[in-house]
């Protein structure tokens, strides 16, 4: 039922910036914790930013004051702003939604960010 695509992945230089975009569908979006995963080679999926159905927002801190979370309850979605971004930040970025009273998350298929010059 839940249906989350990522777009606006892609190939950028260090100290670049890129914009995600996460559509959601099958939800009352603004009940939903909102956020983003990442995933690199060889790696555990880590949180990267979580933004709640109030608007708090929680970041790891690997990208405290360079990423920002934000949500658009009339349009159902949700973004990331990645600047000044590193080789390490190369991932595949998920989008996720969840209800914090205890429901399973639900995730989007992933888009690749590749950050290197």
């Known amino acids: 039922q839940v249906q989350l695509v990522e777009s606006g992945g892609g190939l950028v230089q260090p100290g670049g910036s890129l914009r995600l975009s996460c559509a959601a569908s099958?939800?009352?979006?603004?009940?939903?914790?909102m956020g983003w995963y990442r995933q690199a080679p060889g790696q555990e999926r880590e949180m990267v930013a979580l933004?709640?159905?109030?608007?708090?927002?929680n970041y790891a801190a690997s990208v405290k004051g360079r990423f920002t979370i934000t949500r658009d309850n009339t349009k159902n979605t949700v973004s990331l702003q990645m600047n000044s971004l590193r080789p390490e930040d190369t991932a595949v970025y998920f989008c996720?939604?969840?209800?914090?009273?205890?429901?399973?998350?639900?995730w989007g298929q992933g888009t690749q960010v590749t950050v290197s010059s």
């Open positions: 996720t939604a969840d209800l914090t009273t205890g429901g399973d998350r639900s």
């Open positions: 099958g939800i009352l979006f603004r009940f939903y914790r």
């Open positions: 933004i709640t159905s109030s608007g708090g927002e």
